[in-house]
């Protein structure tokens, strides 16, 4: 297929909210290592700024739910076209969502300025945020790449993040269990852990709609689920 | 994908009307249609899509044999409605275009009343007794029409009097007045303003329950708006032939997809 419109303002059209959307992504990478880092070196002037600066990953989403809904009316897209605006609108709010996460976690981490450490756990939550944040790139790269290959393999990674999310849950349940002075950040650290783990799950619904853009066919939903933790409390940090 | 509209209207997609197998068309040295097979079903909207000069229309003038006209014009293949070679030496072609009606671009009524341009068809061909039962097909043709409201009162007017909506409309209750099985239309559209190309649409999305009706277009929204079938031809080939939903959303051919999107004229 012919890569160009005939009426090149619609490629023009269709280029600016890819590269909003890139914009956006490129906040959101920032917001989760800045929150992360802030909670690591328990630098609170960083989770303010990460918590104010969510302000602007809205802006964003909004203006591209704006820039979509025009496209739609304006240019009537069709196959692969209307897959570019849907997905677009799709990634954005998972973007978003992953923006509030990181604000989320930003917020705790000022909530436990209070409280003392448990050694050995931030350093597991930042290797989980690294790892989630790697996610989140790499869904976005395999999304203007049209990396099919790459999205299914970005799927299968999230098993891991579950992994890596619930040893940090048994850490803390054995630290809180041990002794009750450590519960206090052991419960926000643990909401803080919940919130790393979802951001993994949005670069995961981020993957699919890759796989949505190029074949028009959602990916099975066969992926194996590793979070053990369900104890009935599963999502208590949504 | 299931297409919403066909649920919503229970439309039976199985029985086949027409068939066309290895349809070729020359004029002159000119091949405007290359091997076309297809088989358009029953109380259906079929489109057929694709830029000037793919042969669409050319097609579409082959199922009532009007390409017969043309001097220069060579159709072979077989085309067959309901199983009948419409080529047949027994099919009189006034009688088979009464059966497979047509409406054109350009909204062309007679220059006659609104009343005798529905009443011309079946006077020629004898489907009236008495000019009671006459009355009753010219209402019954306008009503279906969607036009018979605003025409009732004045039937003995001209019928190049109308708007141009009007006129259109007209023209497809004079061409369902002689109760045909086939609807075929031309560009029905090109020449009317948004809101009667709306009451066009409505009426065509009211006559499949009874027709068969085949339309070509050029704009492929009104394709995407009307029809539950689409064919995409380009260069004289059927390129894809698939429902609609399935067209716009995932085209199979390359070609079709960069027509669709608009890379391709």
Redesign the interface.
């Known amino acids: ?7 090149a303002s ?1 490629d023009r059209d269709l280029e600016g909210i890819q590269a909003a959307l890139m914009k956006m992504g490129g906040l959101v990478e920032e917001a989760l290592r800045n929150s992360a880092k802030a909670l690591e070196a328990r630098d609170f002037d960083l989770a303010e700024k990460v918590r104010k600066g969510d302000r602007l990953i809205d802006e964003l989403e909004l203006t591209i739910k704006t820039d979509t809904a025009k496209l739609l009316a304006l240019r ?8 570019t605006v849907l997905t677009v609108m799709e990634i954005s709010s998972h973007l978003e969502r992953c923006g509030d996460l990181a604000k989320n976690i930003a917020k705790r981490t000022i909530a436990t300025a209070d409280a003392s450490n448990i050694s050995g756990t931030l350093a597991a939550s930042r290797r989980l945020s690294n790892f989630v944040e790697i996610m989140i790139r790499d869904s976005l790269d395999a999304y203007i790449q049209r990396d099919v290959e790459m999205a299914k393999e970005i799927i299968e990674r999230d098993a891991e993040a579950d992994q890596i999310y619930n040893t940090l849950f048994r850490s803390l349940l054995t630290h809180m269990m041990e002794d009750h002075r450590n519960i206090a950040f052991g419960m926000h650290l643990h909401f803080i852990a919940k919130n790393i783990e979802r951001v993994g799950d949005h670069a995961t619904g981020i993957a699919e709609q890759t796989i949505y853009l190029v074949t ?1 066919a959602f990916p099975d939903d066969d992926r194996p689920k590793s979070d053990a933790t369900a104890l009935g409390f599963r999502d208590a940090g949504e | 994908m299931n297409d919403m509209r066909k649920i919503e209207r229970d439309v039976k997609m199985t029985d086949t009307k027409i068939t066309a197998r290895n349809v070729n068309v020359h004029y002159g040295d000119t091949h405007a249609i290359k091997d076309v097979n297809v088989d358009i079903a029953d109380k259906t909207v079929t489109a057929f899509i694709g830029p000037s000069g793919c042969g669409k229309s050319t097609f579409l003038r082959c199922l009532n044999r009007m390409n017969d006209t043309i001097d220069v014009c060579r159709v072979q293949g077989d085309i067959r409605i309901d199983g009948k070679d419409i080529h047949d030496k027994s099919v009189d072609p006034v009688q088979l275009r009464a059966h497979v009606g047509m409406v054109f671009q350009k909204p062309n009524p007679f220059p006659k009343s609104i009343y005798d341009n529905i009443a011309y068809g079946p006077r020629i061909h004898g489907l009236a007794k008495s000019k009671a039962e006459l009355d009753e097909i010219v209402e019954k043709a306008l009503r279906r029409g969607a036009i018979w409201d605003e025409v009732k009162d004045r039937l003995t007017q001209s019928g190049t009097g109308l708007s141009g909506g009007q006129q259109q409309r007209l023209c497809i209750a004079r061409a369902i007045a002689t109760e045909p099985d086939i609807l075929l239309m031309d560009e029905p559209c090109s020449a009317l303003d948004p809101i009667a190309t709306a009451q066009v649409e409505e009426l065509i999305d009211e006559l499949h329950r009874d027709y068969s009706v085949i339309i070509v277009t050029h704009s ?2 009104q394709a ?1 708006r009307v029809s539950q079938k689409t064919a995409f031809f380009h260069l004289g080939n059927l390129v894809e032939f698939g429902d609609t939903d399935q067209i ?4 199979k051919d ?1 070609r079709t ?2 027509y ?6």
């Open positions: 297929m012919n890569s160009k419109h005939i009426v619609f009537s897209p069709t196959a692969v076209d209307l897959r028009n | 492929m929204q995407a716009f959303t995932d085209p390359p997809e960069s669709i999107t608009g890379r391709i004229g």
